[in-house]
């Protein structure tokens, strides 16, 4: 079934626009706007069903089933997050993971994010986690929101690959995982152990915390274990996605998980 839409004036339109720009209202909605080619064919791929699909006027492929509305460039240009809109965005409903479910059985490694504030930094850990076959990722309060168009570009799709967990209130949740079993590991350089001789292979929750303020008092005080990453150079500390992508890839290193195309 098709539509056409020639006026960002649309209503449709409209909310398409504040999906991209209102985490109100896309918490309110349960939606998010996905952008680009690769990754609405990747969510395709994956089994993904779009509450509707977006494309230029001029493209011509077959959607089966799916809802699509025809629009014109200039009204994508509107609705779009980049300045060069590939004429392909999709409507997508966001995916809901039970918290509850989380066990060092079924999630033996997570990232739990104590207010990362970047939405390329979060992507990127989102991305790699995926890439390690991680558990998935708690996003703690202070933490980006995860359906920012900026994050979700970011993820490069693994947003449908990576179980995300909400937490309320960062403490509690750290306490809730340390009675399910959990080893809570977090990094920083003074009075810290190579992060190459902590064992990764017992179920970790690895803690990463804001760019600017690091981790919160509140969660450091639970903490298991700190971790350092030598730094031989001149500077004081790694971007938190790389230091999350080393220590994700010494887990994966440890725990054989799978074995890794080089």
């Not at 240009?77 to 409507?91: L, N, R, V």
């Not at 390329?120 to 390690?132: E, F, M, S, V």
């Not at 350092?228 to 440890?254: F, T």
Request: cysteine-free.
């Amino acid at each position: 079934m098709e539509k056409i839409i020639t006026s960002t004036s649309n209503p449709y339109v409209k909310h398409l626009k504040k999906l991209q720009t209102s985490k109100k209202y896309r918490e309110e909605k349960g939606i998010f706007v996905l952008e680009g080619e690769r990754p609405v064919k990747d969510a395709l791929s994956y089994g993904v069903k779009p509450e509707a699909l977006l494309i230029s006027e001029n493209r011509r492929e077959d959607f089966g089933e799916a809802v699509v509305y025809r629009l014109q460039d200039r009204v994508l240009e509107y609705i779009s997050d980049t300045k060069t809109p590939q004429g392909i965005m999709a409507e997508i409903k966001m995916p809901v993971w039970d918290a509850k479910k989380i066990s060092p059985e079924s999630a033996p490694f997570l990232i739990f994010s104590d207010g990362i504030s970047d939405p390329g930094n979060l992507g990127t850990i989102i991305r790699t986690i995926d890439a390690g076959g991680g558990g998935g990722i708690v996003l703690g309060q202070g933490t980006v929101d995860i359906y920012n168009p900026k994050t979700v570009r970011g993820t490069m799709s693994s947003l449908f690959n990576v179980p995300l967990y909400r937490s309320a209130d960062n403490a509690q949740t750290i306490n809730i995982l340390k009675n399910k079993g959990y080893y809570i590991v977090g990094t920083r350089m003074e009075n810290a152990s190579l992060y190459t001789e902590t064992d990764f292979k017992r179920p970790t929750v690895l803690v990463m915390g804001n760019e600017a303020n690091g981790i919160s008092d509140a969660v450091m005080k639970l903490y298991d274990e700190f971790v350092k990453i030598p730094i031989a150079g001149k500077i004081e500390s790694l971007n938190v996605a790389v230091s999350a992508a080393v220590i994700i890839y010494e887990a994966v290193r440890q725990r054989n998980i799978r074995e890794i195309n080089t």
